[in-house]
């Protein structure tokens, strides 16, 4: 039997790796519409990306305890447990990167921490309440991303139709350099949660920290919070060229409405006192660009992409969950 000091050891640096891989995996999606346009450089995008999934990584932490509560009771969880979904979440994360697949970060964590548990103690562990309420976020987010993103891009045309383009494209290089900064800031206040809430559930299930007390403790929230603002700046080019090319051929005013529309929708999921639900930032801004794309008309959104990252979004959650089921019957022996 392994140490528990070890264990939790193992278990922090893993979920530190994890929010170092969701910074360059998932991070891109906050600043593919701006390098896209060309309304910020790859250099500036992604220095503008890291410094604000910082402070968005240290404003909240409601998200990390939907995380650390609401898919199964922290003292059901042993390390073997985390380890385990964490391995799978982070094999899913490197495949889908390296394919230049935009796939879902939550999604991938989710799956790992229902599949890890269930095969250690059978489905009955699952919180199916709580699971089916992250799930319904996960389901509905990039629904309302593309609604909501629809909507913005309507209004900005009536607004600014009557203007030359080459005048508006000038005016909204300059707001996608807000939008971006605004759209990192989202997501570093949603993502970065979500390792901070399975460290969170280790410390609970290990006495390390008391089960009444769910928010990560000040350490947990900056360690996560500058794993991923140095993963974001190591880039993630695959996924910024799917993201702000194959779907829509954007203009910087449709960056702008893709990047408000979903900062609305991640920040109204992470702060909204009834809520704090872990959404996919992937997920939200490639349904607001196809939203905003269908503004202009339907056929200008290539569908055929939309259509692999749609098949991307439904398979991750089982797979990430079987595979973390095998990754458990290995550490389970080994430790």
Known sequence: MTNIGVLLVVVVFLALCFDYINGFHDTANAIATSVSTRALSPKHAVVLAAAFNLLGALVSTGVAQTIAKDIVSPKLTTQEVIIAALLSAITWNLVTWYLGIPSSSSHAIVGGVAGAAAAKAGFAVLHWDGLGKILAALVFSPIIGMILGFIIMKVLNMAFGKLSPSRVNHGFKKMQVLSAGLLAFNHGSNDAQKSMGIITMTLI?????????????????????????????????????????????????????????????????????????????????SGSIMGVGSAKRVSAVRWGVAQQMLIAWIVTIPTTSIIAALYYLVVSRIM
Do not use: R, Y
């Open 205 to 285: 299930a290990t006495g390390v920290q008391a089960q009444t007390v769910l928010a990560p403790p000040l350490w947990v929230k900056l360690a996560c919070a500058l794993a991923m603002s140095i993963g974001t700046a190591a880039g993630g080019w695959k996924i910024i060229h799917t993201m702000g090319g194959k779907i829509f051929k954007l203009e910087p005013i449709n960056g702008f409405a893709a990047d408000l529309s979903s900062s609305i929708v991640i920040w109204t999921a992470t702060v909204f006192p009834s809520l704090h639900l872990p959404v996919s930032t992937t997920h939200v801004v």
